[in-house]
Structures are given as C-alpha cells and as structure tokens.
C-alpha cells in the first residue's frame, strides 16, 4: 500500500450520479464504488485502502418503494440528542402533536423529542454523536450535505441519555443504565416502532430496571437494535447480549470486519461503519473535512443506525410484520463478507442487503440463540452439558435436526446430531449439548458450531465458548475465621460482589500466608484508629485488633523488617489527623510500637508528594538501610522520581551547584529525633559529593554526561541486606559506558562495568524480572524496556554480573500498540508479556511471538473498563510456568482464568479457567507457604461464617 503524510486524511471516489447532495461522493456505505479511505499506519502516515465495489448497503431508491402516503414510521433514537435545526434533518425530527400545536414555540414542552437525562425537553447535542446517528438513518436526498438511508416518512424521535457531562455511570445519583431504561420506557409510550441505542456498558452495571425496559419494548413488537462495541473483542458488551437485541458490528469499505469492531456469535450483523461522513451540530466543525455542520466518524455506533433504517423501511412497507420476521429477514438476507486475516473476526450472519431484505418472503428460518451462551461449567475431569436454545421464526418446522461439533482436537461432543422435532411459529426450544475435554491443559476457549437443518432449508451459524471450572469450597487450604461478620468483610448482594479487606503488602513474603486488614468505624471523640488484621495461625485466620493515634486515613500497611532483628514488622502509611504530614506508624508482629514513643515518624506534606504506590497498596518502591544514632540500622524507603535537590546534599559553590530545577533524583527518608519528635529528613543518594567522587574515580572527562538511572529491582537479599544497586551511564549519545553501583548503605557501594553493545539504555523503563524457583520473588536481574514507538519495544535483561540479553517485539501493526510491559521471567524460555490494545503477546528468547485477546469495555462515554491483570508462576508436570492471571469479572460474569506461554505459543489452560461460586468474593492470587500459586477467595456460609479458601493453580 502506498503510504502519505499528514495532514491529508481521507480520499473519496467519484460522487454517485444518483444522489445530487454535495457531499454523496463521499457515502461510499450507499454505494461502493471503491472509493478510498486512508487508515493509520503510524503517528504521521496514513495507508490508502481502496474500496470494493459492492460491499454496501445495497440501498433501494425511495422511488422503487411502494408506501402508504399517509403512513409514518418513527425511530427512537437514545443517545445524545440531536441539532433539530440542521437543514439536513428539516422535516425528518418527530413531533408531539399530543402536547403541542403547529408553531409551538415553548420549549419547555417535549415537542420534538425528550431528555431523559435531565427530565425536560432540551434534546440539544452537545456531543455531535447523536446528530451523526441521525444523518446517516434520515438526512434529506436534496442538494445539500449527505443523504440518509430511510424514506421521508421514517422521522427521528430524539431522546437524550448522554451529555458531556456524563463520564461516569452514575449521574446525579441515578444508575445511568436506569436513565436509559428511562428512555426506552418513553419511546414506548411515544409509539416508536423502532429504538436504535448506539451505546453500551458491562454486565456489572446491568441493572433490572433496564432489563425490564427492554423486554416490555420487545413485547410490544418494537426491535432494539444497538452497537455491538469499539473493542475488537469477543466477549459481550450490553445491551448487545440481551436476548432478543439485534446487535450490529461494523464493516469497513473493504469488506472486511473492521479492526476495532467487537464481534462473535452475538454480534447478529454487519453494517458500515469506518469513514462515515454525516451531519453534526451546526455548531461544530469537523477538522478532517474543515466545513460546519458535517464531520467523519467510524465505529459500531454508525453501523447501528443503517441497520435501525432498514428495520423502519421493513415497518414502513409492511406495518404488520413481526419483530421474528423482521429477524428472519435480516439474517436471509445477508451477504458475505471477507475473512479478518489476523483475528479470523466474524458475526453470526452478514452484512445486510436493503434490497433483498425488502423483496423476499421466506417460509422458513431456524436458527440458534447465542446471547446466553459463554460460559460453559466442566467438572474436575472436564465433562460439559449446557443448553442451547433453538428458535423457529416463521411458519412451522418440521423434524428439525441438529449438527453439533467444537472446533479444535481434543474437544469431544457426545452426540453430535441431536433430533430438535417439530417447532411451531415463534417456539423456541432447548437441547442438551454434553461432552468432555480430552485434556485440562487445552485452551479455556473454542468454538461452538450449530448447523440446523428442516426440509431444505439449512443454516451454519457459531460462537465463542469459555469452559470454567467453579472453584471447589472443599478442596485447597480452608482457613476458617471467627469474630468478625461476614458483612464487614464483604458485601455480596443480587449478584455484585465486593470485598471490605485490604491487602497488607508482602512483596517479599515475610508471611506464610497473606494477610489483610479491615478498617473500623470511628466513633466521635475517639483517639485512636483502629484496625484489625487477619493473619493465619496455627491453622485457621484470626482477628487481632491494632490501634495508632488518631490519624485522617490509612493508605497502605507494607510488611517489613524494619529493625533488622530478623523479624516481619509492620509499617503502616497514613495521614496525620491535622492532613499536615505522612506519617508512618511502625508496629512489631504484636502491634506494638517498635521503637517505643518514637515509633511515628512524620513527613510533612509537599510537592513532592507521598510513597508510590501501585495497585494501591503495594510498595512501588525499594527500602535500604541507613545509619541512625537512635535506632540504630533501620530500612527506609527509596524513592526515585523528579523533584528538586535537597540543599543539604547540593554545594555552595555557586558555579558547580546542581540546578535548582526538578530533575530525575533517588530520594530516601531519613529519620531525625529533634525535641521528642521523628521527622523524616528528606535526601539524595545521587547528592553533588556522590556524584565528584565518581567523576573522579571514573576519571571522566568533563565534557562527557554522568546520568545516575532509577535503582535497579531488589531481590529479596537485597530487602534482607538493605542494599540497592544503581545503573551509571557516562558519555554522550552513541559513545557511552554503563557502571553498575552495589549501595551497601547509601554512602557505601562498589561498582562493575556492564558489557553490552548497545547505547540505548538509559533511560528506559526498569522493571523486575520475576523468579519462577521457590527460594526467590525477583531474580537477579533486571529488564530494560524503551518503546521506539506503537509497534516496536527493545527488551533488555542485565543480571548482577552486568551481563547483558537483548531482544526485539513486534506487535501486529498500528491499531494494536504496546501499552506497557506486565512482567518477565527467569524461566527456561526467558518469557516476557506485554500489554497491547487488543492482545496479550508473549515473547520468549527464541524471539517467538503469540498473542491473546484481551477484553475492555470502553462502550460508554467516559469510562474504561478491562480485565485486571496479574503476574505469577503456576505449575504444570511438576515444573512451574510464567503466566499472567486475568480478572474477567469487571467485564463479564464470575470467571478467573490463566495465560500461559509454552513452546512459543500462548494458551489459556481449561484447568485454570474458573468461575466464583455463588457466595463468594475474589481475593489477590496468593502465593502461599509451599511457593504454589493458588486463587483466593473469601466464603460466607448460610450461618453468615466466613471462610478463606486457597485452591492451587496447576495444570495437569
């Protein structure tokens, strides 16, 4: 392909001779001419992918249509509103001759349209999405702008559920998914015959009001049809796996699915939906075409609605057709379309055809249902049965029979043609699908593959399934615990489920087994904070109460051995009662203060902010040692970020002073006993006498840069020892050495030259490299990683010996880039996984590259939903394998599972594929006394008693 410059973005064919507005050359969903449409290749070019001709809507002239004058069909359009004075839209919004008169000029009556949002009648779009919805379904065939798919007849009803302001679902105390119930509640009662929804969200904010909504819609004949999500995923968004929901993915002028499309079994059908030029507010002015009221848009959303105008053209030409045949129709209508070459993409029928879909008349259409359908429970020795329901849509079917099989070996169906019967109009029934996996070690997820067949009518339809296994209440470590109320610990109620305990961070596992703390409700005039932690002992989880003076909050609690006696204590991490310091609490196992009435050590708040923490409660830190007169050798953290130089660590010579800007520095915290108080001095280790003695031990010259690189991951001998290690780079850009530092203290170190043929590591992102053997957490070495751009990342491993590895990744092209690195390891294979967009890629040291989807969920304005992700070593034939653990439950169902790489090739085992049983709260995967990674949750039984469980991971 040829490849261009900015800032020239799209190109268009010839203007189609059948349309005379202005702006028709360029509506290549209405007929493919193959006009071109330049898609990103990089931050500054742009690829030319040139149309196929034919691979659009198959639009039928409004001149061929035979429809009753006096007929007019409305679409509910939810979504932000539209610009009712565009002269594109003139005589194509609703209006409310119930409750306002020709020339109504109040506007605080629901004329033309309603705001469910904030209940009143202004369905202005301040967003410009909803305008583009409607443009695309109703924009006026005249001589200006661009030209709908929908006959004049068909009008928009505008109902507002979104505005710039809703980046959350929750909006001014209402659900937002009950806003949109509310919205689909008033299209009903306004008489839609159609409700287009070009928005989504996850299952966890699905709440009954909505479902409700859509079901009493469904029931009154009137088809939802909604966007199937901008995710390039499989898993489903909602309102996409509702049943019953017509769900379309997009398609682009190539034929081919889209690259950010969500697709699968539940995505129904395929629209256009990339370079989509439509009406925006007349107020806003699009900076790819540079004129006003017009923009380009691509996604699922403008797919949607030129599906919503064929199911109002079906309505408008037959009145009495039936959400069933209107389906039916759809789905034998549909054409092909070409094959994703990467992901394999597909839906569960095809792109839709106008033309056919109004002309034919089938008897006959059986199909199966595949919105219920995901999770598929197997037992401990990979046995399935599930249901599957089949539908017949139209006239009676007889003798109906199934084809059932799984794609891939080793995935067994039992009976593999399955005698349906006969199926009245509009019956649905449910047939029994049972089978085995022949190995746990297979992957969690293939393919279902349902051919039905009834006389001569045949159909091939499939969807993705995940097996999962419910994690065993009796199998594991069962680690009872009394005292406490299961509701203070976790709140599980009409299927959400949260836990109430923290983790105490335990980076180096100073504890058998983890351990949490709960946070107790203060009481007006207390003094103290209190807390309890829950550890194991002697077999079972106890509560021991812990109290501190009265601070604001607690940020985190990190288990270490501050003292040096050999022994785990606690230092916990809060803000002072006055918000005017940090202060850290230090605590021995008992929780009592450990350095008697200085055991709070205060920091006063500045711009240089607090402790890094990641995830929110783990140290994104090191400790080291230091030198104190009245506590004699204590672990201090260690922090490295930008930030100014301490004056105590700078020079009075004003030529040779460090400059007194902010800059990359590693600061550590030393604490000071002044008039009965411990305040944390703050310091460098890189300080202006630090930095002369290598100069001139170094002996280098004085024009070449000394750079001092963040500190180098800790092994748990380093945390032992509270020692560090720092990388130093001298020279200048293509001539540089690298020195790496062994702090003993932080004023004691020695030094190696590290041996690499390579001038690109400084200032790469430093990351840990994780130990997959019992004895360690991290490895000793250290992973180096630049991203050059999207696409391409530079891995280096150096280990204490300053060797270096080197090695290359390449992810699948532009839409797809590296987020960030997820973790690597010591294994055999030297395995690294990185975090795309769209995938979960591995890389080992034969430079093999394989992938996994990952699912997000960024269907609603605003907010991001993914699966969590987690790294860990599980065990396969007594050998133990780097993995990633994900966390699904944000975006679908109960279900954990594992990505693992063996051989080059990722893989996400069955026997690590788990759904929460009913009762039951996640908890952080733990690694326990045995070194075996295990999921972890928390159990409340009928007599509200609580339970933790640790259940092994390994593969067999």
């Not at 129709?329 to 033309?355: E, N, P, T, W």
């Not at 004003?654 to 800007?661: A, Q, S, Y």
């Not at 250290?782 to 090695?807: I, P, V, Y």
């Not at 893989?907 to 075996?932: F, G, H, I, K, Y």
Request: hydrophobic share 40%; glycine share 6%.
């Amino acid at each position: 392909m040829k490849k261009i410059i900015l800032p020239l973005i799209l190109s268009f064919g010839v203007q189609a001779v059948e349309l005379k507005d202005t702006l028709a050359s360029k509506l290549w969903h209405i007929e493919n001419k193959g006009q071109v449409l330049l898609q990103a290749s990089g931050d500054t070019t742009r690829e030319h992918v040139e149309g196929i001709k034919g691979y659009d809507v198959h639009f039928l002239p409004f001149d061929q249509m035979k429809v009753d004058p006096k007929r007019e069909v409305v679409v509910a359009l939810i979504d932000s509103g539209v610009d009712r004075f565009h002269p594109d839209l003139k005589g194509r919004i609703w209006f409310n001759s119930k409750v306002c008169q020709e020339g109504e000029t109040d506007h605080n009556k629901p004329c033309w349209g309603y705001n469910a949002l904030e209940k009143t009648a202004d369905i202005s779009d301040d967003t410009g999405h909803g305008t583009h919805l409607a443009g695309l379904i109703a924009a006026n065939h005249d001589a200006i702008g661009i030209a709908g798919i929908a006959h004049p007849q068909i009008k928009i009803l505008p109902i507002k559920v979104v505005n710039q302001e809703t980046n959350g679902f929750v909006y001014k105390g209402r659900m937002i998914t009950d806003v949109f119930a509310d919205g689909i509640r008033y299209a009903v009662e306004s008489g839609a015959d159609v409700i287009n929804m070009s928005l989504g969200w996850p299952k966890l904010v699905e709440t009954p009001k909505m479902k409700k909504a859509i079901e009493i819609a469904l029931q009154k004949n009137i088809p939802i049809i909604v966007a199937a999500g901008n995710n390039s995923k499989e898993i489903p968004t909602y309102p996409c796996s509702s049943k019953g929901v017509i769900c379309i993915g997009a398609m682009t002028n190539n034929g081919e699915v889209a690259e950010f499309s969500n697709y699968g079994g539940k995505v129904d059908f395929l629209a256009p939906g990339d370079g989509m030029v439509s009406t925006v507010p007349l107020n806003m002015e699009s900076r790819i075409l540079r004129i006003k009221g017009y923009d380009v848009k691509k996604g699922t959303s403008q797919a949607a609605p030129l599906v919503t105008a064929l199911a109002a053209t079906l309505k408008l030409l037959e009145p009495e057709i039936t959400n069933d045949e209107l389906y039916a129709r759809l789905a034998l209508s549909s054409h092909s379309y070409l094959a994703d070459k990467r992901d394999h993409k597909f839906v569960k029928y095809g792109l839709i055809d106008m033309q056919k879909a109004t002309s034919i008349r089938p008897k006959i259409f059986v199909a199966p249902d595949f919105k219920d359908i995901l999770e598929v429970n197997i037992d401990e020795d990979g046995h399935y049965r599930f249901l599957l329901p089949v539908k017949n849509y139209l006239n009676e079917a007889t003798s109906v029979m199934a084809k059932i099989s799984m794609k891939g070996k080793g995935y067994i169906v039992d009976q593999s043609e399955i005698e349906v019967g006969d199926l009245k109009s509009g019956q649905e029934t449910r047939i029994m699908i049972e089978g085995h996996l022949e190995n746990l070690a297979l992957d969690s997820q293939t393919y279902l593959e349902v051919e039905l067949t009834t006389g001569d009518f045949k159909s091939k339809s499939q969807t993705m399934i995940s097996f999962a296994k419910e994690l065993s209440q009796t199998k594991g470590k069962l680690l009872p615990l009394e005292g406490i109320k299961a509701s203070q610990m976790a709140y599980i109620k009409d299927g959400r489920k949260l836990s109430l305990l923290k983790p105490i961070a335990d980076k180096f596992r100073l504890s058998k087994f983890p351990e949490y703390f709960l946070l107790q409700k203060e009481a007006e005039g207390d003094s103290h904070t209190q807390f309890q932690v829950i550890r194991e002992r002697n077999g079972q989880m106890e509560s021991q109460n812990f109290s501190i003076p009265l601070v604001n909050s607690i940020l985190a609690i990190f288990r270490v051995d501050i003292n040096n006696d050999g022994k785990g204590d606690y230092f916990v991490y809060a803000i002072s009662k006055e918000q005017t310091d940090l202060q850290f609490h230090l605590l021995n196992d008992n929780g009592e203060p450990l350095f008697a009435n200085h055991s709070i050590w205060n920091f006063p708040i500045t711009t240089f902010e607090g402790l890094p923490l990641k995830a929110g409660f783990l140290d994104d830190f090191h400790w080291v040692n230091v030198k104190s007169a009245e506590f004699g050798n204590v672990k201090v953290p260690l922090i490295s970020k930008e930030w100014f130089v301490p004056e105590v660590d700078n020079t009075d010579d004003i030529l040779d002073r460090m400059p007194d800007v902010p800059d990359d520095h590693i600061y550590y915290l030393n604490p000071l006993l002044k008039d009965d108080k411990v305040t944390m001095d703050l310091r460098i280790v890189d300080s202006y006498n630090f930095r002369e003695k290598i100069k001139k031990t170094l002996r280098i010259p004085y024009r070449n840069k000394m750079k001092v690189e963040k500190p180098l991951p800790q092994t748990r001998a380093d945390i032992e020892n509270g020692q560090f290690r720092v990388l130093v780079s001298v020279g200048r850009e293509f001539d540089k050495k690298y020195y790496q530092f062994n702090f003993k203290m932080t004023d004691q170190f020695e030094f190696t030259e590290v041996q690499t043929d390579s001038n690109f590591i400084s200032q790469n992102a430093i990351y840990p490299v994780l130990a997959v053997d019992s004895n360690q957490v991290h490895a000793d070495q250290s992973l180096f990683m630049t991203l050059f751009d999207r696409t391409k990342a530079r891995l280096f491993r150096l280990d204490q010996r300053g060797d270096f590895e080197r090695r290359e990744f390449v992810t699948r092209d532009w839409s797809d880039p590296v987020f960030q690195h997820i973790a690597s390891f010591n294994d055999e294979e030297s395995i690294s996984f990185l975090e795309a967009r769209y995938h979960i890629y591995g890389v080992d040291k034969e430079g093999r590259i394989d992938g996994l989807t990952i699912n997000r969920d960024s269907s609603f304005p605003g907010v991001n939903f993914s699966e969590t992700l987690e790294p860990l070593v599980v065990t396969q034939n007594n050998r133990s394998v780097p993995a990633v653990f994900v966390n699904s439950t944000l975006i679908f169902g109960e279900r954990l599972y594992v990505m693992t790489m063996t051989n080059g090739k990722m893989t996400r085992p069955a026997a690590l594929s788990v759904n929460l049983p009913a009762r039951c709260v996640r908890l952080d995967p733990a690694r326990l006394e045995n070194d075996q990674s295990s999921f972890a949750m928390l159990c409340v039984n009928k007599a509200d008693k609580v339970t933790f469980h640790y259940i092994p991971m390994t593969i067999p």
